[in-house]
């Protein structure tokens, strides 16, 4: 974004720190381009914001905002970092570990879990205090490249978008409501869809967590030796600034 | 509670035992919609309505007439309350499930229908002729219990009038002649007013007293647009939904927008428990709402409109398609409205099925469009980008009503009346423990005393002022006044006695929120089942002090993170019962004995392990000899 002409961009703060935004960038998108990392899970580069998982909750104005899917603001006061903040953060991430089966020592996706990382990140090492809903979700092993654990699946959509608008397929969807709410794919099951394992929605990249699991290739990377084993969730935006 | 999450990929798994859909009538069906996938939930309702099943194979065949695919029409059948994905009966009869016919006697009334039905609530009768299952609040809370069947409406039920109804049923009477042997004799009126009352105990100067005939509406045709926002700003008009946005400027930045197409949408979705003023205005006053939002649509240049009406009202579509069709007749709607060039304006109504979120705007928007119900992202305003993305203006049935009454009399006369900020009259539905529940239109600034006298609830020990959504105030609150700056409300109004169990009613509205949040953002979908399980500890005398703070801490949360509206408010029975009912709430929390948390049961810990050991604990088992 640096190339661009200065004149149409607009100036704002994120924690006091001056941020040039253009119009139609959302807080985050303008905040990732000064290298300030907002924590986020639903939002993904590359695709529709969503606004759902409600982590990347910031203050603009006073007011408290999702800051992947609200515009930037000329002379727009953002609070990004605080403690408050990162304390409801903390309370949602929270709340999606006990509303799914999260059991990060046997997950595929150890050390390159968003989730796992996010809560690293905001410093979620006590015991939580909030019930387990232990919910009963079955393993979509149909089909033959790919397997769906949706014990482990935080509704963040990731897939959903993915599937529609790189793919162009709509292998996934929501269905249900309210704490039934879950993603689910079209058709019986995973077999029945035309999903393959080189599909953009499959890759590593798109399922935050251990969801979306592609067959043998499982542990190809020890764990210590994974992304987020070695930095914080969000060192690559940060080391922009740097 | 069980969380019910279900194991797979949903409950469409389960193959529909229903008879087979005749080839072609799903077909039919979505042709009558144009195939148009904004129509889903009307093509939905009709595949319910006659197949009684949304049957995974329907699903594919619907999705391949609209051009969607599977999982987006399984995404909107598995949305909506009285869509099934699983054969229910002929005949379903929907007992309303609100705290208000919990204390008029639903239990009994329950018994008797699973009684005499041979069904539990939640089953269908083996014969597939009857389904029994609880729904949230209907609207009938000052004539509770109330109960749906199919589309009629059944209120003042008792277990003996519940037997008969269900014996009725069984030996194959249709639900229409519960009401009446003449039923297809009857105007839709006369067969909305038998079925429920209007109970108008009060009748105000604006809505319930006399009201001329569209001389709203000759008064708009005689100025500009603009004239006619300016007489709505003047006013002083405030949305009377809940949210109380000034009206005027609404319409004005709607107004403002440069675009071809534009939408004028009434929201007659009003799902807040104990509410139900706008089903008397639909019932009584269908004229002078269809005259209001065609002032509005003269007012923001829309030529299209909608009018959502809650599935839970599905007994006044007919009066109400009976009133757009006579007012198409007289020229009231349709091409050059009153003669007046280049006024055209039409309305279709939109059919909910069962969803309260569905009253938030963004919601009701989304249903409209054939979607889930689910808010949208803001901003873009409804008023820039709403339905289909065109500019939109949403209000309340009873706020049309208002701009049609502001429009006939002038601003300045709606504008005297009230107090300052809170202008005009507002109805307040009032139910629960008094001796005249019913309708009242009053101007703002009343108080709660004041209205507790005149329905005679004086013996009130708490009134839930704005339904769940709103706030719990106990006597020492009384003195409030109703007005958007002191005790806000959309209109409900519940009297609960000394009788009740004020954690009951908080229970009962946590889990009111937790069946009607929409799932899409965590706070709210997973937050509210939390904040629930909180206050059954509470219920159960197993919190401690500190579970106090957490529900104060985690409802702050919820509202503070939230996407929409439901979120935002969630948490406030618990919030206000905290603040005005401290002493309910410190009564049943018990402090920590030997460093061990009430709340721990060792013996349901250890149950698991004991079972797959097949042994017993020699410390912890009571009573080891058994």
Redesign the interface.
């Known amino acids: 974004m640096s190339g661009t002409k200065k004149e149409t961009g607009f100036s704002f703060t994120i924690d006091g720190i001056e941020v040039t935004a253009y119009a139609g960038q959302t807080i985050m998108e303008a905040a990732d381009d000064a290298g300030i990392y907002i924590p986020r899970l639903c939002d993904h580069e590359g695709l529709r914001?969503q606004?759902?998982?409600?982590?990347c909750?910031v203050k603009a104005g006073g007011r408290?905002v999702?800051a992947c899917?609200q515009?930037a603001a000329p002379g727009q006061a953002v609070e990004n970092e605080t403690p408050h903040l990162n304390k409801?953060r903390r309370?949602?991430v929270e709340?999606?570990f006990?509303?799914g089966n999260h059991l990060c020592p046997i997950c595929e996706a150890s050390g390159n879990c968003e989730l796992q990382a996010m809560a690293y990140r905001l410093d979620m090492t006590e015991a939580t205090?909030?019930?387990y809903?232990?919910?009963?979700?079955?393993l979509?092993a149909s089909h033959p490249d790919i397997a769906l654990d949706t014990n482990r699946c935080i509704?963040c959509g990731r897939c959903i978008r993915a599937s529609q608008d790189v793919d162009g397929k709509?292998?996934?969807?929501?269905?249900?409501?309210?704490?039934?709410?879950?993603v689910?794919?079209?058709?019986?099951?995973l077999a029945d869809t035309d999903a393959a394992v080189t599909d953009n929605a499959i890759s590593a990249e798109v399922c935050p967590v251990g969801c979306i699991i592609r067959k043998r290739v499982g542990f190809v990377t020890p764990i210590g030796e994974r992304e987020f084993d070695k930095g914080l969730i969000g060192h690559d935006i940060e080391e922009k600034r740097k | 509670m069980d969380n019910g999450q279900q194991a797979g990929n949903g409950v469409s798994k389960t193959a529909c035992s229903v008879t087979p859909v005749p080839d072609g009538a799903v077909a039919d069906i979505c042709e009558r919609f144009g195939n148009d996938k904004h129509r889903m939930l009307d093509i939905l309702r009709e595949v319910q309505d006659r197949f009684q099943c949304i049957a995974p194979a329907t699903m594919d065949q619907i999705a391949e007439e609209t051009g969607l695919t599977r999982i987006e029409v399984e995404g909107v059948a598995s949305f909506y309350s009285f869509l099934s994905l699983q054969p229910k009966g002929r005949i379903t009869i929907r007992l309303c499930d609100d705290i208000v016919d919990r204390y008029a006697g639903l239990e009994a009334v329950t018994a008797a229908f699973e009684d005499a039905l041979g069904i539990k609530i939640g089953e269908t009768s083996a014969d597939g002729a009857v389904s029994l299952e609880y729904t949230p609040c209907i609207g009938m809370c000052d004539q509770a219990p109330a109960a749906m069947v199919n589309d009629i409406v059944l209120t003042n039920l008792t277990a003996q009038s519940a037997r008969e109804v269900a014996e009725a049923i069984i030996a194959g009477k249709r639900p229409e002649d519960l009401v009446s042997d003449r039923f297809a004799t009857l105007s839709p009126h006369d067969r909305a007013v038998r079925m429920v009352d209007n109970n108008i105990r009060h009748a105000g100067a604006v809505l319930l007293g006399p009201v001329p005939e569209d001389a709203g509406l000759s008064k708009a045709v005689s100025i500009t647009s603009s004239q006619i926002i300016s007489m709505i700003e003047e006013s002083g008009l405030r949305g009377c939904g809940g949210a109380g946005f000034t009206t005027g400027r609404k319409w004005r930045f709607a107004a403002a927008e440069r675009t071809e197409r534009s939408f004028v949408i009434c929201n007659a979705d009003e799902g807040e428990p104990g509410t139900f003023k706008d089903r008397v205005l639909l019932t009584e006053r269908p004229h002078l709402l269809i005259e209001g939002m065609t002032i509005a649509a003269r007012a923001v240049g829309a030529k299209e409109g909608i009018l959502y009406l809650r599935g839970e009202y599905v007994y006044l579509r007919e009066l109400l398609e009976q009133v757009l069709e006579e007012r198409r007749r007289r020229g009231l709607l349709g091409k050059a409205i009153l003669g007046t060039k280049r006024f055209d304006f039409d309305i279709r109504i939109q059919m909910g099925a069962g969803a309260y979120i569905c009253g938030e705007e963004g919601a009701l928007i989304s249903s409209c469009e054939g979607l889930p119900g689910e808010p949208k992202t803001r901003p873009p305003f409804p008023v820039n980008r709403g339905y289909l993305g065109y500019p939109t203006v949403v209000n309340n049935v009873e706020t049309f009503c208002h701009a049609a009454r502001i429009l006939d009399q002038g601003a300045k006369w709606f504008h005297d009346i009230g107090t300052e900020g809170s202008h005009g009259t507002k109805l307040f539905s009032v139910c629960g423990d008094c001796l005249n529940p019913g309708i009242y239109e009053l101007p703002y600034g009343h108080s709660v005393w004041e209205l507790l006298e005149m329905v005679g609830g004086q013996d009130a020990a708490a009134v839930q002022v704005g339904g769940p959504s709103g706030a719990m105030i106990a006597r020492d609150s009384f003195h409030r006044k109703l007005t958007f700056d002191d005790l806000a409300t959309g209109g409900a109004i519940i009297v609960f006695n000394g009788q009740r169990n004020i954690l009951e009613i908080v229970d009962y509205y946590m889990s009111f929120f937790v069946h009607e949040s929409c799932g899409y953002c965590t706070p709210c979908r997973v937050g509210n089942v939390f904040l629930q399980k909180a206050i059954e500890k509470f219920r159960k005398g197993l919190a401690n002090p500190e579970d106090i703070d957490y529900l104060k801490d985690l409802s702050g949360t919820i509202i503070e993170t939230s996407r929409c509206g439901l979120g935002m408010t969630s948490p406030n029975p618990v919030l206000s019962t905290l603040a005005n009912f401290p002493l309910v709430y410190s009564a049943m929390t018990q402090p920590s004995k030997d460093g061990i948390r009430a709340t721990f049961d060792i013996q349901s810990a250890i149950d698991g392990a004991r079972k797959i050991a097949k042994r017993r604990s020699y410390i912890f088992d009571r009573d080891f000899t058994q």
């Open positions: 914001h606004g759902s998982c409600r982590v909750t408290s999702s899917t515009p409801m309370d949602l709340m999606l006990h509303e205090k909030f019930p809903l232990e919910p009963c979700r079955a979509d509704s709509g292998v996934f969807g929501y269905v249900g409501r309210g704490i039934h709410r879950r689910a794919v079209n058709g019986e099951n």
